[in-house]
C-alpha cells in the first residue's frame, strides 16, 4: 500500500483566534496590598510576543523596597487571613476559580502571546486546570483535618514563590491556591518573560475582594527572585525552575528558619516495549516531547525503543513530525509554537550542536520558519548513548534523544541513571509490566500509555535532584503547612 | 384594588419534571394561624416506584461523570441557592420560623452544600488505599458509590436537613428518592426547583411529599434500592426498616441526631457511607 502524504494535497487554512476581546494595558505595576503601585525602582522591561518580536507591554521591575514592601503587606495580611474562618477563606478562593473560569478565553490568548504556546493547548489544558486548581484547593480550606488527621496544623506564614515562563498562570495557580487555602499570604514573582497572565490575576484576585496582601505579585528578573529568597520576614520559600537555581536557593536560605519545596528540571525517560500499542505509544511518545515546545520540566526527552521495533518506531515517529504544524501560536491548528525566549532559543541551539559534535544522528522535520520570532523545528536525535551530553543534560526544547534496549532490567539502568528523578513513562500492553517498572523507576511521576497528564488532584513533583516536596493532591498541602 | 397574589402549586420531583401524584390525593399543611399554606402531594407507593426507575437510569451515567465535575454541580447547586435566598427564607418564616432562625437555615444550607461540592474530588484520597499485600501485587482499594439510595428526610430543619444528607449521597455519584420533611415539606419542593436549574442531571435526584407511615415499608423493601438512610428516632419505624431492608440487603444508616445546624453533621462519613469498598490486584512481577 503506497502512503497517501495528506500535506501534500490538503493544507490547513489557518483559523486563528481572535485577539480583539482581550483587554491589555500598554503598562503593569506590582501589586503590592490588593493596589498596582508603581515599583521603586521606576525602571520597566518589555514583555515580547515570542512569535512575532512584537513588545505586548510593559512589566515593572521590583526592587529590594518593592520585595520589602510586599512582605509587609503579607506579614499584616496573615494576622486576618489566617485567623478568618476556613470555609469562608475558601469561598474567596472558589470565586477567583469562578472568575478565571468566566474570563478563560481571554486569558488562553494572552497566555499565547506571551508565552508563545499554542492556542489549543493554552485554551484546552493551562487555564482550564489553573481554575480546577483554584476550585480544588479552595475546597481543603476546611477540612485540612481529614487530610493530616491526628495534628495539629498551622499555616506557615508568608510563602515566597518564584514560577518558571513554561506555564505561567497554572504555576500561580499550583503555587498559590494551596497556600491561601491553608491560611497563608504570598508573594509571587512570575517569570520575567512571561508576567502577563500573573498580573491578570492580580486583577480577578482584586475583584474577588481577596482581603488586600494575601495575595502580593511582584515582577522582575533573577535579581527580584533573590531579594524574596533573601528576605528575613518571608517563612517558606517556594521555586519551580531550574535545578541549578534550585540548589542556589536551597544554599541562600541554609541556616534559616525558612521551609522549601522545589520542583525541578527533568530528563524523562520515555520507555517503549515491543508489546506496545505502536500506534498510541508514537502518539504519546510526540506529545511527550514537543508539548508546549518542549518546554516542560517532566518532558519525556530521553526515548527508550525495545530493540526488535526501533526501526517501525522511528520510521513512524518521523511521518507523525512531517504532519506536525508548526507556527503562530494564536492559530487553533498549530501544534508547535514559539520558544518563550531568544536565551532559551540559544541554548537549545547550543545543545543542538553539542549532540551534532558529539557524532548524535540529527533529523529535524523540514519546514518553513519565520524571520521573526523564535523557532525551533521538532528535532530527533538517533546513535546516541548514555554519556552524549544531550541524553545527560535538560534542553528544555523539542529536542529528542533516541536510545535503544533489549531487556527489562537493561532499561531500568539506563533510565534511572542520571541526576534527575521527576517523570517517565511505559508504553506496553502488559499491566504485569507497567507495575514491574513504576515499581523500580526512580521518578516522582510516573506515566503507563500516557504521558503529560495532569490534575489538580495528582501530586507531582521531582526525587533526587528534580526537586523537593510535592504539589497537587492532598499532599500538595503538606508544603504549607506546620505540624505543631 | 390590591394585587392578589399567585399561590405556588406544590408537586412531586421526579426524573427532572414535576408530576402530581398519580394517587390524586393531597394533605395540606397549615401555618400557626391554621391557614392553608399548601395542598401537597400524598404521594403513593406508585410514585415512589417510578422514581426509582428514573434514578435507576440515570445513576450509572451520574457516577461515571468525573469528581471534578460532580463537584462542580454541586457548586452550581449552591450558588442557584445564594441567588434565591429571600425566597427561601420567606417560605421558612411562612411556616413558623423566626427570620434570624431561617435566614441561619438558608445560608448553612448553602454553605453544606459547598462543604460537599469541595468533597467531591477529595473523599477518595481519605478513604481509598494502596495495600501492601506480601506477594508480587500491586493491590489497592477504592470506594465506588452504591447506586440508588431511598431517602426519609428528617422532620426537623426542613431545608438544612434534606440538603445535609442528600449532598453526600449524590456527589459520591449515587442517585436517590427522597421523602421530604413530612412536617414541612414545601421548602423541600421548592429546593427541587433550585436543581433542576442547576445542571444535575434529571432523575439523579427525586423528591416525594407524604406520610411516613405509608411510605416507610416501599422506601425500604424495593429491590432495586441499593441503601436507606433514615432520619428520626421511632424505634418502631427504625426496626421495620431494618427488617425489610434484609430481603436484598439494603445498606441501612439510621441518623438519629437532630442538630442538623451543628457542625457535627457533615463530615466525609457522610459521603463514605453510601459507598462500596472495591479492591483490585494486578501482578507486578514480569
Known amino acids: 500500500m503506497s502512503n497517501i502524504d495528506l500535506n501534500k494535497i490538503w493544507n490547513y487554512t489557518t483559523a486563528n483566534e481572535s485577539k480583539d476581546h482581550i483587554l491589555l494595558k500598554e503598562k503593569y505595576d506590582l501589586f503590592i496590598n490588593g493596589k498596582f503601585v508603581k515599583s521603586n525602582s521606576r525602571k520597566y522591561f518589555n514583555s515580547v510576543n515570542p512569535a512575532t518580536d512584537e513588545i505586548i507591554a510593559k512589566i515593572s521591575e521590583a526592587n529590594k523596597e518593592d520585595i520589602d514592601l510586599a512582605v509587609k503587606a503579607a506579614n499584616s495580611a496573615f494576622k486576618s487571613w489566617s485567623k478568618l474562618k476556613a470555609k469562608e477563606r475558601a469561598k474567596y478562593i472558589f470565586r477567583i476559580a469562578r472568575m478565571i473560569q468566566e474570563r478563560a478565553k481571554e486569558f488562553a490568548v494572552i497566555e499565547s502571546m506571551d508565552g508563545g504556546k499554542p492556542i489549543r493547548e493554552s485554551r484546552d489544558i493551562d487555564i482550564p486546570l489553573a481554575a480546577n486548581h483554584f476550585f480544588y484547593y479552595a475546597g481543603w480550606a476546611d477540612k485540612l483535618e481529614y487530610a493530616f488527621p491526628n495534628t495539629s496544623l498551622e499555616p506557615i506564614g508568608v510563602a515566597g514563590q518564584i514560577i518558571p515562563w513554561n506555564f505561567p498562570l497554572l504555576m500561580a495557580a499550583w503555587k498559590i491556591a494551596p497556600a491561601i487555602a491553608c491560611g497563608n499570604t504570598v508573594v509571587l514573582k512570575p517569570a520575567e518573560t512571561t508576567s502577563l497572565t500573573a498580573l491578570k490575576l492580580a486583577e480577578i484576585i482584586q475583584e474577588s475582594g481577596l482581603p488586600k496582601g494575601v495575595v502580593n505579585i511582584v515582577t522582575g528578573g533573577g535579581k527580584t527572585g533573590s531579594e524574596i529568597v533573601n528576605h528575613p520576614n518571608i517563612d517558606k520559600i517556594a521555586f519551580t525552575g531550574s535545578t541549578k537555581v534550585g540548589k542556589l536557593i536551597k544554599r541562600s536560605i541554609a541556616g534559616t528558619h525558612k521551609k522549601l519545596t522545589l520542583e525541578l528540571g527533568g530528563k524523562g525517560a520515555n520507555i517503549i516495549f515491543a508489546d506496545a500499542a505502536i500506534d498510541q505509544a508514537v502518539e504519546g511518545i510526540i506529545n511527550a516531547i514537543f508539548f508546549n515546545q518542549g518546554h516542560v520540566c517532566c518532558a519525556g526527552s530521553r526515548l527508550f525503543v525495545q530493540e526488535s521495533i526501533s526501526e517501525i518506531v522511528i520510521e513512524k515517529l518521523k511521518e507523525r513530525m512531517s504532519s506536525l504544524i508548526i507556527g503562530d501560536p494564536l492559530d487553533k491548528n498549530t501544534d508547535i509554537g514559539a520558544i518563550n525566549s531568544k536565551e532559551q532559543l540559544a541554548t537549545i541551539k547550543k545543545y543542538i550542536n553539542i549532540g551534532m559534535e558529539e557524532g548524535g544522528e540529527i533529523y529535524q522535520k523540514k519546514c518553513i520558519i519565520s524571520e521573526t520570532g523564535n523557532w525551533c523545528p521538532p528535532t530527533l536525535f538517533l546513535n546516541v548513548s548514555q554519556s552524549h551530553t544531550i541524553v545527560q543534560e535538560e534542553i528544555f526544547g523539542p529536542v529528542l534523544a533516541i536510545q535503544t534496549f533489549r531487556t527489562i532490567d537493561e532499561v531500568i539502568e539506563k533510565a534511572n541513571n542520571t541526576p534527575y528523578g521527576l517523570s517517565a513513562g511505559v508504553w506496553t500492553e502488559k499491566g504485569s509490566k507497567i507495575f514491574k517498572l513504576t515499581k523500580e523507576l526512580n521518578a516522582g511521576v510516573v506515566w503507563a500509555n500516557t504521558y503529560n497528564k495532569f490534575d489538580p488532584t495528582s501530586p507531582f513533583g521531582g526525587v533526587k535532584e528534580s526537586g523537593i516536596g510535592r504539589e497537587g493532591g492532598l499532599h500538595g498541602l503538606k508544603a504549607y503547612l506546620k505540624f505543631k | ?286
Open chain 2, 1 to 286: 384594588m390590591a394585587r392578589i397574589n399567585v399561590l405556588k402549586t406544590y408537586k412531586n420531583f421526579i426524573g427532572g419534571k414535576f408530576p402530581r401524584t398519580e394517587s390524586g390525593r393531597y394533605f395540606q399543611i397549615k401555618n400557626g394561624n391554621n391557614e392553608l399554606l399548601a395542598n401537597m402531594c400524598l404521594s403513593s407507593r406508585k410514585d415512589f416506584r417510578n422514581a426509582v426507575v428514573f434514578a435507576r437510569k440515570v445513576q450509572k451515567s451520574w457516577q461515571n461523570k468525573s469528581s471534578l465535575n460532580r463537584g462542580q454541580v454541586l457548586y452550581r447547586v449552591a450558588e442557584m441557592l445564594e441567588g434565591r435566598k429571600s425566597q427561601f427564607i420567606e417560605e421558612l418564616m411562612m411556616t413558623g420560623l423566626s427570620k434570624l432562625h431561617a435566614k441561619n437555615e438558608v445560608e448553612l444550607s448553602i454553605d453544606r452544600l459547598i462543604y460537599y461540592a469541595g468533597w467531591s474530588d477529595k473523599f477518595q484520597q481519605v478513604f481509598s488505599s494502596v495495600n501492601p499485600v506480601a506477594s508480587n501485587h500491586f493491590n489497592f482499594s477504592l470506594l465506588q458509590s452504591v447506586g440508588v439510595v431511598s431517602v426519609i428526610s428528617p422532620n426537623e430543619y426542613s431545608l438544612l436537613g434534606m440538603i445535609s444528607v442528600i449532598a453526600p449521597i449524590i456527589v459520591g455519584g449515587n442517585t436517590c428518592v427522597i421523602l421530604s420533611s413530612e412536617k414541612n415539606p414545601m421548602v423541600g419542593i421548592s429546593f427541587a426547583e433550585v436543581l433542576n436549574t442547576s445542571d444535575v442531571p434529571a432523575g439523579v435526584v427525586n423528591i416525594l411529599t407524604g406520610k411516613r407511615k405509608e411510605l416507610l415499608s416501599h422506601f425500604a423493601s424495593h429491590k432495586d434500592v441499593n441503601a436507606i438512610i433514615y432520619c428520626g428516632d421511632n424505634n418502631q419505624e427504625i426496626k421495620e426498616i431494618q427488617h425489610l431492608s434484609s430481603e436484598n440487603l439494603k445498606r441501612v444508616k439510621i441518623y438519629k441526631h437532630k442538630n442538623w445546624d451543628h457542625n457535627s453533621s457533615q463530615s466525609p462519613f457522610f459521603i463514605e457511607t453510601c459507598q462500596e469498598l472495591k479492591t483490585i490486584w494486578h501482578p507486578n512481577k514480569v
